[in-house]
């Protein structure tokens, strides 16, 4: 089978050799022939070579949602099209939720322009953020004074669309994926505690504390989106426990990455099981399973050795060519015990940061 | 790093998508650009642009024994030469074990001419084994009766070696994986349990049973043979439960493919961690797992479906042309309970051979 990637970074890196055990082919769509996923690939192929990657593949899984109009059109008929439309704008994503009933924070549209006069229905402090899709916390303002949106407007158009959303005193953030298939068979991976540094995942592990109300949500917006492959969809908790969904993305995640050494079947297998037609395999972890990302090292900047000999420590680097606070590579951390994850997690960040991390 | 394989099939295959997240390079040396492991790699080479494959390469690995003699020379000041040397003749492998006091079965070496002759000294049966290398159960004999020398004679010259074995009535086959790194630190994987059919692997598990017995023997070998990557052992247990080495191979094994899910690092990593100096990963077995070996079968000859849907099940095709008893592929089973394991053992043999496995 001639499986499509749209997308030549660490997603697509990951779906490619988290499969190759099935045998099929894996063809990428991106910018840079050097890139993880295009490196690896069967094939890589230019987005002007458009035309031709589409003659080739069977289907086509994506590893973002940011994808160039032209492209986009022709994705109506591989898995997903829906799921992905809503991503292209943050405001057709909450109402589509907000519609359907699921937990939201309160939110409302402004054009740049009116900015200053629709934040006098929130209460400070709020979040504003540029509808169309940003990603790692960029085109988002935290605001807790008014005089902070010239700042916002300094930086983008007067015709520009906004949300501006209520901020939530959460107690803090989980993410799950899903699973489902064509049949609409659902799994669901269990719940992860996601700990996130200026809008960027830094650390995440899995099982967390159980929540009915959030896997709840997650079967339903499967069905409701009509995802084949996976879905993450992360989640503000409450000081009640109470779930508000943040956002969500059809693609494998980032938050998802631990499955790969925690999971009786990855992510990144999954969605190419559902993609291909074979049975969804097991989302039950084999044991506690944490992870933590490399931001903005090189392999210079830190000593991988000390970080390998953390039992039970697994490390991927992408290479990427170094960029302040990008994502370089990850370490996935397995243990029997969730105390001593937590203990190997503050170590391995420790590692990387070279700084005290002691409230893992 | 560049990382040279020789050998072009499923061992290598596993070994470069194994270690993706590393992010280093594997160049393959081979017959054939569309097998296994040629497909996968960043660059295939033919045997006869050897000079070139060793000019890319920062150190080499192997994926078999039968290594072309002027290839062979090469690997010298790479790791396992000396054991990859012992390899080259059973009589050799044989007697440096007996000269080092492992124990093995009796046996002695004759020239095909003698082999009347010194079959005298055993008790039948005997097994004859041709000196050069062979492997599952290729050049080998079970004689029970002395008319069946006529029939290895007929297949061989009677200037050519053989090694006659006494026959072990033992009670089960074992082996362990070790690896060991450049510093001579050393790790074992757990005792797994190997059921062969013909001379060929059928299935295995582990953590089978412990016997120090056999873990010592395989600490001290990783030594002698002074191995830099990983060590297969296989054995006979006999009724009383001492072990007798059958075997062993300087490189991964079929037994151990269990490994890439049943294990916090698979073989395949270790070996590749330690020819290129990073710290070995814990070889301890996250969960119970089984392997059983896909023999002769091509795609249309049974229900893949079938087997996803046992649950904890991972299928690796490695698509090879089929042909009779050739390994295929092979499944992967996990789960929590030995018992429940050995179960789905044998309904993945049921469904891939569809006949009656009520044994495992």
Known sequence: MNIGIIGDGQLGWMTIFENRKLNYKFFVLGNNPEAPASRISDRFF??????????????VVVEFEHIPDFIFELLERYPNFNALKLKRSRIEEKTF???????????????????????????LPVIIKAEKLGYDGKGQYFIEDLSQIQNILDNHSLEEGFIIEEFINFKHEVSVIGVRDFDGNKRLYPISFNYHEDGILLYNYAPFVDNKSVSQIVYSLLDDLEIVGVLAVEFFIKQDDTPIINEFAPRPHNTGHYTMDGSYTSQFENLIRAVSRLPLGSTESKLPTGMVNILGKSLEDFNVNEI???EGTQFYWYGKEKKSRRKMGHVNIVDTDVSNLRRKIQSVLECVYSKNFSKV
């Open 46 to 59: 230019r987005y002007e070579d458009y035309k031709q990657f589409f003659e080739t593949v069977d289907t």
């Open 97 to 123: 939720l907000k519609s359907k009933g699921y937990p939201v924070v309160n939110f409302c549209y402004s054009y740049g322009y009116q900015l200053k006069e629709k934040i006098k229905d929130f209460a």
């Open 308 to 310: 390998l000999k953390i």
